[in-house]
Antibody
């Protein structure tokens, strides 16, 4: 079992940064990776990157390479995704998704999503 | 840049069978792309259905199955139920990065 609870909706002005949190419970936090995925209004899913809470290694999608930072806090079993230099196109629901890779990779539990609105 | 393509929309009758596919501009989709499939209903977070081509989660209904078909990943629904009406997304792995397909809107009519 596992549960991911994300922070609440945020409204940001263009050029600002946003930091979304994803608090994990019900499992050993450092045994699983965490992906971040976003979905613009009426659009499909877009993979942003992955963090390994056991050591903190990250891989970011090329599109977000220079604007995204994923971090973690083992003491609170929380991962964070910070996106900087926000523009209107970043308005989207942001999801965290748990994953593992034993013999093969798999995604299982997802957070409820966090709506980030970028508007002046 | 890899682009993953899915049928934009499909329609199926209740009790029928439908196959959704997932193709890549890079070429053949193989088991090394570890295809994952997700279901998303309006206003909800995605739900994982299939991982690594054909493996089901404990909560995945038996009527869902995954395979590789003609160079693509495929998701087949057999005995479709009204509650299967949703958007379906595939996800492929390419050397450290993941790429979602554009999604297929499945209508049960």
């Amino acid at each position: 079992q596992g549960q991911l609870v994300q922070s609440g909706a945020a409204v940001k002005e263009p050029g600002a940064s946003v930091k979304v949190s994803c608090k994990a419970s019900g499992y050993t936090f450092t045994n699983y990776f965490m992906h971040w995925v976003r979905q613009a209004p009426g659009q499909g899913l877009e993979w942003m990157g992955i963090i390994n809470p056991s050591g903190g290694s990250t891989t970011y999608a090329q599109k977000f390479q220079d604007r995204v930072t994923m971090t973690w806090d083992t003491s609170t079993s929380t991962v964070y995704m910070e996106l900087s230099s926000l523009r209107s196109e970043d308005t989207a629901v942001y999801y965290c998704a748990r994953a593992s890779w034993d013999l093969v990779p798999l995604f299982d539990y997802w957070g409820q999503g966090t709506l980030v609105t970028v508007s002046s | 840049q890899t682009v993953v393509t899915q049928e934009p929309s499909l329609t199926v009758s209740p009790g029928g069978t439908v196959t959704l596919t997932c193709a890549s501009t890079t070429g053949e989709v193989t088991s090394g792309c570890y295809p994952n499939w997700f279901q998303q209903k309006p206003g909800q977070a995605p739900r994982a259905l299939i991982y690594s081509t054909s493996n089901k989660h404990s909560w995945t209904p038996a009527r869902f199955s995954g395979t590789l078909l003609g160079g693509k990943a495929a998701l087949t629904l057999s005995g479709v139920q009204p509650e299967d009406e949703a958007e379906y997304y595939c996800l492929l792995y390419y050397g450290g990065a993941w790429v979602f397909g554009g999604g297929t809107k499945l209508t049960v009519l």
